[in-house]
Nanobody, 119 residues
């Protein structure tokens, strides 16, 4: 069974940085993708970034481009999302996911991490 366990998050001041981790297990293939989503209060869930374990291909949403870095540690089966220059608009619950389809749906989800950015 696929499991995604997130860590990181918390309260950060605007302008600061945060690194979120997603430890993945249970995949039967070495080639899969892990995505990060976020959902702010009263807003729809939105994709933030994604990385493929095989070729390392990455995707960043416009809101994340230029200030985010997603990486994959194959030895630990862990995906890291570093977000810099945080603003209060980044406040949301962040989820990692696998088996993403239809844009914002996924077969597997992590438990979610609260990220709060104070001004």
């Amino acid at each position: 069974e696929v499991q995604l366990v997130e860590s990181g998050g918390g309260l950060v001041q605007a302008g600061g940085s945060l690194r979120l981790s997603c430890a993945a297990s249970g995949f039967t293939s070495d080639d899969y993708a892990i995505a990060w989503f976020r959902q702010a209060p009263g807003k729809d869930r939105e994709a933030v970034s994604c990385i493929a374990s095989g070729d390392g291909g990455t995707y960043y949403a416009d809101s994340a481009k230029g200030r985010s870095t997603i990486t994959f540690d194959n030895a630990k089966n862990t995906v890291y999302l570093q977000i810099d220059a945080l603003t209060p608009e980044d406040t949301a619950v962040y989820y990692c996911a696998a088996g993403v389809y239809a844009g914002s749906r996924a077969d597997y989800w992590g438990q979610g991490l609260q990220v709060s950015v104070s001004s």
